[in-house]
């Protein structure tokens, strides 16, 4: 397994290209599972996750194909099978991302259950209970969702218990080729969710409401879509400004948009950088130490879970105290006891971490988790004293495109040491 070696005290200066969003192409992608046409999807970020993707459609028998080096085009005109394999699901969960577009299109899907994962239990019922009140019939057998449906899913007015991101995209995708309306309540938020209903709407569905908590879905017969360009991704961005406040240095992310980081924009303000914005570029100046924060994640659009880890590094090495609430996963503070283990002054109550920042971290070997604490460890590493060993990057290298040479050419000094 690949690792990176750090050696921290460099200011990060310079700037930085911004890749597309993650989270915002995998249920791009998948939506082509809905097209009867091709479709060509470029700013697609160059990462695992995408590549996962590419095996899962082509596993489906769909023909994806780079194009250039972020465009991607997908054919699934015509597919040979709806089986979504443990092997590929549970090496990514947003899979499950598959089961509505299967459904709705083809009236059969097989997805593995995902699982459980490091950050939380994170159950799919609420995917299933919408796609079954429109009509499917959904049973689990030997660790597979098997759903099935005879013509059409049929519009419902769907209300969602608890705000789920992937849950609002299964069912905004399912219902986009369903027969009649369907509304979607207590719908997620997040930028994200606009991408999809825009990408969506530009293969000729008819979705309404993005970005509020009420979604109205008029299905129709048949999508075709052309081509779409996947929004920047905003927690890479998030994540190289606080590496750059951290560091005391001064970093402008190109290709970005300000507006989707408000919440994370605000707080670095709050810590005392000097944050400068275009239509699409955020520069991050921070001349001192930074001021320790408080945060409290939630759905957007309050403070992003996704962020909450590498705030809680610069929380370490803040000066002050700061409690940092995480609200959407019950277990993602893994990085806590790896962040003690440089030193940092980090005390867990309940879902609540409470931070002291400390003036100097010290390098350690330490372990990623999950793809924000990998992240969070980098930006420790990039400040401790000594050098840091990061293990098990593999969890980096699923959300994030090449970030030790863009974190190199911002004068970081960061290698990858590869499994022999
Ligand atoms: C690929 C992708 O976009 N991943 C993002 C997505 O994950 P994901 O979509 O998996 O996260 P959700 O928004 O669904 O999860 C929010 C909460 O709802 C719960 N829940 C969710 C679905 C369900 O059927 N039942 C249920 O109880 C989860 O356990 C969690 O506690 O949103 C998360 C919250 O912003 C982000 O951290 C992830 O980066
Ligand atoms: C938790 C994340 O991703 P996923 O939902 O794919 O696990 C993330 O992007 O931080």
Request: proline fraction near 4%; include cysteine; charge should be negative.
């Amino acid at each position: 397994m690949d690792a990176f070696k750090i050696i921290g005290g460099q200011p990060l200066h310079g700037e930085v290209t911004i890749s597309g969003a993650k989270n915002a192409a995998l249920p791009i992608l998948m939506s082509a599972l809905l097209s009867e046409t091709p479709v060509t999807f470029s700013n697609v970020p160059k990462l695992n996750d995408i590549e996962t993707t590419i095996k899962l459609l082509s596993q489906f028998g769909a023909k994806c194909q780079w194009v250039s080096e972020s465009s991607l085009m997908i054919d699934a005109s015509s597919i040979d099978h709806c089986r979504a394999s443990y092997e590929l699901v549970k090496t990514m969960r947003a899979s499950i991302l598959v089961l509505g577009p299967l459904l709705a299109r083809f009236g059969h899907a097989e997805v593995s259950l995902p699982g459980g994962c490091a950050i939380g239990a994170r159950p799919v019922n609420l995917h299933i209970h919408g796609l079954k009140l429109m009509g499917a019939d959904i049973d689990v057998e030997n660790g597979y969702i098997v759903a099935r449906n005879n013509g059409r899913l049929k519009g419902a007015t769907i209300f969602m218990d608890t705000v789920s991101v992937t849950g609002t995209e299964n069912l905004m995708m399912a219902a986009a080729l369903a027969d009649g309306v369907t509304i979607i309540e207590n719908a997620a938020r997040e930028p994200e969710i606009v991408d999809l209903a825009n990408c969506l709407n530009s293969m000729g569905a008819i979705v309404l409401g993005a970005g509020s908590d009420t979604l109205t879905i008029t299905g129709v017969e048949k999508l075709q879509g052309e081509s779409y360009s996947v929004m920047p991704d905003r927690i890479e961005t998030g994540t190289f400004l606080v590496a750059a406040a951290v560091t005391q240095g001064k970093v402008r992310c190109l290709n970005t948009d300000p507006k989707a980081l408000d919440a994370v924009l605000s707080k670095l303000q709050e810590a005392g950088a000097v944050i400068t914005t275009g239509d699409d570029w955020i520069e991050l100046e921070m001349t001192s130490r930074p001021k320790a924060v408080n945060i409290r994640t939630a759905p957007h659009p309050a403070f992003p879970t996704d962020m909450q880890a590498q705030f809680v590094a610069m929380n370490a090495i803040a000066q002050g105290t700061a409690t940092t609430t995480e609200t959407i996963f019950e277990n993602r503070f893994m990085h806590v006891p790896e962040l003690q283990r440089m030193g940092a002054k980090i005390s867990l109550e309940g879902n609540t971490a409470i931070s002291t920042g400390v003036e100097q971290l010290n390098g350690a070997q330490v372990m990623a988790t999950d793809l924000r604490a990998s992240a969070s460890l980098v930006i420790a590493g990039l400040v401790a004293s000594t050098e840091t060993q990061v293990d098990r990057i593999y969890h980096i290298d699923r959300g994030y495109q090449k970030i030790e040479d863009k974190l190199q050419a911002l004068g970081a000094n960061i290698t990858r040491i590869k499994a022999s």
